[in-house]
């Protein structure tokens, strides 16, 4: 079992900047691909990024690709989100995702089996 909590949510005016962690606990962090979503009210959860085991391979929504980046580092078993050039578009609760042992970077919720509680972001026009 691997438990993710998230941090670094916020509100933030448009064109600012925000970065969220996530830290995972449990099984060995480094054998699982990462991803984010997010998800505004009345919405579906959406892909924002995902990033593979080692971290050579990143994967982007066409929506934050040149402003958002993902990184990882498999020492302090945390993953991370810098969000740059904020939109209001962009506000959500944003949920770390842990995928498959071992597996490859999807882009679908559905090939994520462990989830985070989710950390609000909030952007101010």
């Known amino acids: 079992q691997v438990q993710l909590v998230e941090s670094g949510g916020g509100l933030v005016q448009a064109g600012g900047s925000l970065r969220l962690s996530c830290v995972a606990s449990?099984?060995?962090?480094?054998?699982?691909?990462m991803g984010w979503f997010r998800q505004a009210p009345g919405k579906e959860r959406d892909f924002v990024a995902g990033i593979s085991l080692a971290g050579l391979s990143t994967l982007y929504a066409d929506s934050v690709k040149g402003r958002f980046t993902i990184s990882r580092d498999n020492a302090k078993n945390t993953v991370y989100l810098q969000m740059d050039s904020l939109k209001p578009d962009d506000t959500a609760v944003y949920y770390c995702?842990?995928?498959?042992?071992?597996?490859?970077?999807?882009?679908?919720?559905?090939?994520?089996?462990?989830w985070g509680q989710g950390t609000q972001v909030t952007v101010s026009s």
């Open positions: 449990g099984r060995t962090f480094s054998n699982y691909p």
């Open positions: 995702a842990a995928g498959s042992w071992r597996g490859r970077v999807f882009s679908s919720p559905a090939e994520y089996v462990h």
